[in-house]
Each structure stands twice: as C-alpha cells, then as structure tokens.
C-alpha cells in the first residue's frame, strides 16, 4: 500500500513542480509583480515551445540531433521582416483586425518557408547522417553556419527593426498588474499550436505512429509503417513550428539579427532535456518551467538570470536523470 | 523434406553478421504452410537473429529468403510486414505510454478494426478487454505477451515469427498463451516459433528445426524428436522422451 502510494506519488510529482514555482514566488514579490511576470513567463515558455517541440520530436522519433534547428527560426524571424514591410500601411494601422491579419500572414509565411527549407534540408544532409550521432553534431552545426550566412548575404549584416503593430504595442492591466498586449497575442497563439498538436498526436493515425515510434522505432516498422517517411512529415513539421516561434520571437524583440535562432538554442535545448527526450507533453511543461524562471529569477536577482535555467536543469537531472516525463517509462 | 509448393518461407543458406560479428552461418529452414515449425536451440545458437534476418530488421549478407515464392531478401521491414508477416520480439515490443487499444489499433489497416477479429482475439485474452483504455505501460508482463500476440493476430496474418512467448511467464499464463496459438494452429496459421520450453514446443509444434552456433543441425518431425530421448540429449542436452 505504501509502495503504491510512494509509486503514484513519484508519477506525479512532476506535475507539482510547476505549481509549485508559481506558487512560492508570490510571497517573494508581492501579487501586482508576480501577475505581471507569471504572465510574462507564461507567454516565454508558449514562444520557446513552438521551436522545442519541434526539436523533442525529430530528436524522439529518429535521434536525429539538429543543432541547425535555430537556424529554422532565424529564417521564421527574416521572412517576417519582408512579410511585414510591405504591410507596414498594416500594422501601423490603429486597427485589430488589420494588425492580426499581417501578423497572421507572417505567420503563415514563416512556417512555409522554415518548413520547405526542412525538407530541402533532410532531404539532402539529415538523410546522410542517420544513426551516426557525430557526424550529426558536426554537419547540424556546419549547416547553421551556412544558413545563417545565407541569411546576412540575403538581408545584410546589419540587425532590422521590426516594431509591433498599432494596437499590440500598449498594455492592459490585469488588476493593478500591467500586461504586454503582444504577451497576450502569443500565449494565445502558443496554445493554439499546443491544443493543434496535442489533437493531432493523440486523435490521429499519424499521431499514434509518431507517438509510438518515439517509443520503439523498430515495432512501428514490424508492423508495416515506413518510420523515415513519417520522420520527413516529422522534421518538415518541427522546422515549420521553429519558423513559427522565430516570427512570434522577432515580433517580440522588435529587433531581428542573424543571431536570433542562436539567442534561443541554448534555452530550447535547456527545455528538450528536462522534459524528457521526446516527450511533446514534458517539453511543454519545460518550456513553461524555463519561462516562468527566467521571468522570476531576472526580478528577483538578476545577477542570477542568466544562469538560472542551467541550476534548473542541473536540479531537474538530479532529481530525474532521464527529463521530468522520459519517453520508455513504463 | 517439404514440398516446394506446400512451403511459405524458405531461408537457403543465410548468413547474417551484426558489425564484425558473424552469427549465422548458412541458415537453411523451410515453414510450411499451414503449420507451427518450433525453432530450438540454445542460447545464443541464433534464432532471434534467424527471425530478425527474416524481417529485414538484419539486413542478410547472403543467402535467399523467399515467402511465397518471392524473395524478400534485402527488403525494407515494413514492406516485408506489408506481404502479412506479422512479428512478435522476445521484449515483446509493446508501446507503454499507449493505451492497450492503440497498441492494437497500430496493427489494423486504414479502416481499423475488423470486429469479428478483434472479438476473437479478445475472447482468447479477456484480461485485455478489462485494461482496454490502460497504458500498455501498466500491465504485468504475461498481460503484455497477450497483447503482443494479440496485436500480432488482430488481422489476418499469413506468417507469424514468435520469439520466446513464454518467457518469464507464470504456469498459468503460460497455459493461457498456449490455448490461443493452439486455436491458432486449428486455423491453419503458419507459424514459426522460437521457444526454450520443450513441452511448450511439443503441445504446439508439427515441425521442428534445430539451431547450433548460427546453422540448422536438424529438421523433422516435432513428435519424432519428443520422442527421441538421445536425439534430445544430443541437440538440447535434454531428456524429455514423451511419456516421461
């Protein structure tokens, strides 16, 4: 009886630790703040998740380790800025509708162009390097260079302002707690994708392969599903959802340099393995785990900032070396 | 020993390696149709990699395998299970953080499950029905060799490869699995089993073939050789004559 409860309990902890966070910051910074800065967290981690999901999956169903991923964004974040130039009657227009519509459009360009550049990219490099985790390392690497280059050739050397449109530049105030508008445009889109995911891994046949084939490659080929042309799906989807994050990303910033992906690596890796190699689920708790302690630990000392996420990691591994919700548990 | 036409799968002179490492030497096999073929051996004599080599999930540096008359020698995995070979590993290859009914819808075509199928299936496994929408993580191990064999048979399958079923399972489990690949065998599927139980292999198997260090080193009748005490001594080290 104590087994089983010592059991359920270590099942769900993982959950706790979220709540938890959340909950012991507010004596440390009164409610008006920590409103503020959980919402902030909140629409961080959303951001951060659109490109970490991608890369959990294609790390989950191949162990394919894509240090290129950030380039993906990079190319989100360019193609926004030359979405949106051209609209700029737009969205410096004082009207929601017109605002969201340009950003909507950006959205969808981004995820195309990051998405077709995946494919190229598996297609010729990726295809090259399965199953040999070195030269994956290497040639990931090697590739973010280039695109990254391509990027300054294409766009120049030179960091492009990208302010946010009209109506998304104020805040609102929750109480006596103000709240970026943007934040709010992202945590809703976030979600979205989130809920679009979540429906498609668990109410769809390509859902259930991808889901069992993070788990067991092998099975799902013993049992007649070609693995490499779900993975193709798989990696063209992850790339598209980096694009997704580099546009939600630039429009944040407001200012677009060819570093862009790069700024976010380090975190959405930091997210990837506390989640759990593979696990959607456990990258979405991560990513919201790395934005909230981003967000409380820059108020609360901000000396601590930057390494903050790194102590995260370090406590989560110690805790559970495998991630928070490993893929194979059982 | 078998005629052509009466045989499903035909492995001639197969040699499998796994990096440096040779394991089979020239496999010559034969399961015909129709029939149980128990695969022996002793540990490490090279039947798993025997069912692997098959499947396509060793690729055979040499040698024919032909199923029905075509070779599938060099075919990717999923094309070989596309031609109705179903596969059951000896880790049983169950998914865990699916639910008992994904594991088994994963085995069903586009259209998912046949009910006439899935009824008989879940009629010889009912444990399965009761833990239907529980993580396939959660269930004991004999649960999972059901649902490995379940999933294996919930369509029509024209050849299936078993591996050690009745591992680590408990007597009376065992004699659960045993009852449904007898029901199996009354419906004429063809099956090729590895299996270390000896009594398990006489109560299922028609044919039997005999690995040591990566080759064959007899085929005949299953009977023939329950009952042949120095026959069994000299290819398992066992003694298990039939009425003893």
Redesign the interface.
Known sequence: MRREWLDRLQRWAPYAVTPLIVLAALPAMGLTAWVTLTVAGLTMGMMLFLVASGLTLIFGLMEVLNFAHAAFVTVGAFVTVSVLGPLVGWTTEPSLPLNLLALLLALIAAAAASGALGFVFERVIIRQVYGAPLRQILITIGALTVIEQLVIVIWGPEAIALPKPATLRGSVFLGASPIETYRLVALFVGLAVAAAMQLILTRTRIGLVVRAGVEDREMVQSLGYHIRRVFVGVFVAGTALAGMGGMMWAQYQTLVSSQIGDSMLILVFIIVIIGGLGSVGGCFIGAILVGLTSNYVGFLAPTLALGSNILLMALVLLWRPRGLFPIGEQ | MAEADDVLLRLDDVHTDIGRYKILYGVSLAARRGRVTMLLGRNGAGKTTTLRTI?G?WKARAGRIAFDGQSIAGM???DI??LGIA?V?EYM?I????TVR?NM???TG?QGFAKDNLDRVLAWFPALKLKWAA?A??LSGGQKQMLAIA?AVVEQRRLLLVDEPTKGLSPVMVDQLVEALLDLKDEHTTILLVEQNFRVALAIGDDVAVMDQGRIVHSGDMAALGGDEKLQQHLLGLSMAVGT
């Open positions: 499947m999930l990717d995995t999923p299970a596309q596969y590993p290859g998914f865990g953080k699916l994904e819808l994963l085995a586009a993580a993580g959660s999933r």
